[in-house]
């Protein structure tokens, strides 16, 4: 279990997320036109999973801004912004926002890549969305990176992430 806090209120989560050097656990997500992808369908490239609440708030909508800044840069990489939001709110945002370098995955139908990533949060208000949280994984599957936001509203540490690829 991880302690986070929510505007500085104690929050948890259900466990806690992937060790570096540890293999990735495979996902099902559900893709805006309602397709499912897994990680395996990344396979040969490098991933980074920004996971967040709610596209609907302003730190995680910051996070994917931010991002799909960056990802057009990037080599043989995918940037993956993964919460629990509907796949319809999340390409909504999308379009509006002229989103076009990440892919929005949806954990809706079962929460089931929270609970495999430890990152489901298990009370406080926004209980059973996901953590603020980045995992970082190379083209082989193993976790390179991993950082588990401990204030929810914070933003995740970017160069970190990047840093790693």
Do not use: W
């Not at 466990?15 to 050097?21: C, D, F, K, M, S």
């Not at 893709?31 to 991933?47: A, E, I, M, Q, R």
């Not at 910051?62 to 509907?86: G, P």
Request: hydrophobic share 40%; net charge negative.
């Amino acid at each position: 279990m991880s302690k986070i806090t929510l505007k500085g209120n104690p929050v948890n989560t259900i466990a806690t997320l992937p060790e570096v050097g540890a293999q990735a656990k495979d996902f099902k997500l559900v893709n805006s036109d309602l397709g499912v992808k897994t990680l395996k369908d990344y396979s040969g490239s490098k991933v980074i999973l920004n996971i967040f609440p709610s596209i609907d708030t302003g730190t995680c909508a910051t996070s994917v801004r931010t991002f799909n800044k960056s990802a057009a840069a990037l080599e043989n990489t995918k940037v993956l912004c993964i919460s629990r939001d509907l796949p319809f709110a999340m390409g909504r945002f999308c379009g509006a926002e002229g989103i076009e370098n990440v892919e929005v995955l949806s954990d809706f139908r079962d929460g089931s890549f929270g609970k495999d990533y430890g990152l489901t949060i298990i009370d406080g208000p926004l209980e059973a969305l996901h953590s603020r949280a980045i995992v970082v994984i190379d083209e082989s599957g193993k976790v390179i990176h991993n950082e588990q936001v401990s204030e929810i509203v914070d933003e995740p540490n970017y160069e970190a992430a990047l840093a790693v690829l």
